[in-house]
């Protein structure tokens, strides 16, 4: 049995190969009119070895090293009353202006397009030495500017506190800032410096974002500690805009968020992107700490005639205090006593080949208009403003979610307008912890994922969930497809994989009997609403009384209790070590023989120093 399901996947996967590399040669028939025959045949080659599973991965990384943006220039020292932007206007390419340590610089500070180039970048940077800083590729923490901790986030763990950073402080005004990029400004670095905001002014939007719609390239931000205030509405840290080459790297981000009590604020995100029309991405998103009420991270979420691409997301840590949450101990809202907007850790509406890996998400809830989902891959044309919008080719592996009220939703559906997004296929899920989903604490669908397509939506295919480990009360899997209108979801694949079944193990979205899934039977529902799918070599734990293993596609195990899966330590299902026990028989019984649930080791090997 494992053997054939073992070929059915490898099929499935080759077919499906083929017909996105025809689809991408159809979309560069002039390379193909153009190339030989061979060199053509040698580039089909490398872009086949670049998927994982039926995702293909980001084709372009940015180089964000000290080596990768050279500054031989002249060094331009400022100090606390100097002119910043004066120092800005004047500085040539190559030139790195140092900012006295401990000094702050109160303004809108915008950074202009000059011709640089790759061998001769804009460095602002903290007067500090090198060596007061953490070492290159090392996350920065507040310890950095001098605080030892803010309550309700995780400890610090420092050295020493001690502030040697420089910090730049958004004037008073409803505005962006204090960063603006000129349209076209290109080749900055920005390194060692707290950039936030003044403490009860109005509204600010962005602390780091591109003027007038413009355009910018080759930016990084490198140990920065980017931050609002407690209780001011500050909707969020770096609006990506129409950017390319960005990178920002191994620093802190807390305090974005908005209680909707102005209409100009609502979504709150630490990181944003995806908007606009111009080119965007690639991106590097790599070993921060990211906080934000609405969504972590958000790509898309209104007009775009664009789609960034090529976006790297590893080992950082998404996090939502639960201080945010009314009635938690020390709770903290708005200046106005209103709880802040919370959604989810991570969103994408508009973005293509997307790897998240080795990341550690924890904390969300529901309550205002959403469930309480770890992570959202839904493409949407918002307002009717984006018909382009998609999102194709996201990896998700080797990372843990916790303390959610579930964990994913997929899902094809139409904007609040009726417009339909342009596609949602291709995702790449596995060797994930799903764990501590609660639907009662967390206030939401207490599920593992959402499968859905709605009606007039393009298909959603090409998804393949594997070796994942998830402790859902409620609900394994939500599926829903309007057949009426909308074709069965095709290639779905839900393998090797431990999972509690709870009492609805496999449950219609809604919608009556239209709904595929309308007679909550896994089988029924698998075979009505994909038209090819393989749900096989999987732990479904403790299903209930009433199912039986007829009902259920072949393959599968059915231990009766979380004891009989023999955990090293299930811990209740929060938190604990999900090794399986050399005594377990799921040991060995993938389709790969490999354990069933997440590589516990992968994930921890992946995630070390993250938290």
Known sequence: MT??????????????????????????????????ATVLMTALCCVAQNYDGP??????????????????????????????????????????????????????????????????????????PDSALPAEGSRLTPCYAGVASLPG????????????????????????????????????RLMGLEITRLQGAPLVYNLASIESSGTMDHIVFDRVWMHGTAHDDTTRGIELGGSTYVAIVDSFFTDFHCTGARQSCGDAQAINGGLGNNP????????????????????????????????????????KPMSWMKGQAGYVGGANGRPFIVKNLFELKNAQRVLLDGNIMENTWGGYSQAGFGILLTPKDQGNHCPLCRVTDVTLRYSSISHVAAGMQIANGLSDAGGAAFAGERYSIHDVIIDDINAVKYNGAGTLAQVSVGSGNPVLQDVMINHVTAFPPTTMLYIGDHLTTTPPMNNFVFTNSIVNAGPYPVWSTGGGT????????????????????????????????????????????????????????????????????SSSPYKGMGTDGKDLGADVDAVDSATAGVQ
């Open 3 to 36: 053997d054939i399901v073992a070929r059915i996947q490898a099929q499935n996967y080759v077919a499906n190969s083929r017909s996105r590399l025809f689809a991408g040669l159809q979309q560069r028939v002039l390379i193909s009119i153009i190339l030989p």
């Open 55 to 128: 995702a293909e991965l980001p084709r372009v990384t940015v180089s964000s090293a000290m080596s990768d943006t050279p500054a031989p220039g002249a060094v331009i020292s400022l100090n606390a009353g100097d002119d910043l932007q004066s120092a800005l206007n004047s500085a040539a390419c190559g030139d790195t202006i140092q900012l006295q340590k401990g000094a702050t610089f109160t303004g809108r500070f915008t950074f202009p397009a000059k011709s640089c180039d790759d061998n001769h970048w804009i460095i602002v940077r903290t007067s500090s």
């Open 153 to 188: 986030r995780p400890a610090f763990k420092c050295a020493s506190v001690k502030n040697v950073l420089a910090k730049v402080v958004m004037k008073s005004m409803e505005a962006a800032g204090p960063i603006e990029f000129a349209p076209q400004a290109n080749h900055y």
């Open 280 to 319: 965007m991405g690639p991106y590097k998103i790599v070993d921060n700490f990211l906080e934000a009420a609405a969504e972590n991270i958000l790509f898309g979420g209104g007009p775009a005639t664009a789609t960034p691409a090529d976006i790297e997301i590893r080992q950082n840590h998404l996090f």
């Open 514 to 581: 239209a709904n595929c899934a309308f007679y909550d039977s896994p089988l029924t529902t698998f075979n009505a609403c994909f038209s090819s799918y393989s749900v096989a070599a999987n732990a479904v734990v403790a299903p209930p009384s009433r199912a039986s293993a007829a009902d259920w596609p072949s393959g599968n195990f059915f231990p009766a209790t979380m004891a009989d899966v023999q955990f090293v330590d299930y811990n209740g299902g929060n938190g604990g070590d999900y090794h399986l026990q």
